[in-house]
């Protein structure tokens, strides 16, 4: 997308729809939750673990803790509707930009802004590395279709 746009004109496209910040964060991080599930064979337990190892193999360059501070921003957008979440050790404060420019930035303590460009570029990479890896792997292709009876369809009517 931002080879399309370019990172200016994408970053412009997010101030336009800036009342939409809200629920594009929200479809994004439940996006990588689906693909997550898909990644792992599984929708039992470990939550946290698949998305970071989901976020780790196919959401790259992350920092260290940039994993871990997703998976809790997707915790307060999807489970709290604020912007705010709790681990066991710390505590989260997030902000949202659209920059365009550094997935996450920490400011003081317990304050991250996430920049929704950047996540929605790195969620749209994740969806082709994740697509060429499944093409290439067993495994994979095991977990994916462990998955798709639950998840794979959309019943209308």
């Known amino acids: ?8 004109a994408l970053a412009a496209h997010y101030r336009d729809a800036s009342g939409a910040l809200w629920p594009a ?6 996006g990588i939750d689906l693909l997550a599930k898909y990644f ?20 790259q360059p992350l920092g260290p803790d940039d994993a ?23 505590v989260y404060h ?12 920490q400011g003081g303590k317990d304050g991250y802004t996430i920049d929704l460009p950047v ?6 990479q994740s ?6 890896a499944l ?3 067993k495994n994979l292709q095991t977990n994916f279709k462990a998955m798709f009876p639950k998840y794979g369809a959309i019943r209308v009517g």
């Open 135 to 137: 093409n290439a792997d």
């Open 94 to 105: 997030f902000g949202m930009s659209f920059l365009g420019k550094v997935l996450i930035t």
């Open 68 to 90: 871990e501070t997703l998976y809790q921003f997707r915790n307060a957008l999807i489970h709290s509707f604020g912007l705010y979440s709790e681990s066991k050790s710390k």
């Open 25 to 30: 964060a929200m479809g994004i991080l439940a």
């Open 40 to 59: 792992a064979g599984t929708d039992q337990g470990r939550v946290g673990s698949r998305y970071r190892d989901y976020l780790n193999r196919y959401c």
């Open 127 to 132: 969806i082709s590395l994740f697509q060429s």
């Open 119 to 124: 996540l929605h570029e790195r969620f749209e």
């Open 1 to 8: 997308l931002r080879k399309m746009m370019g990172s200016g």
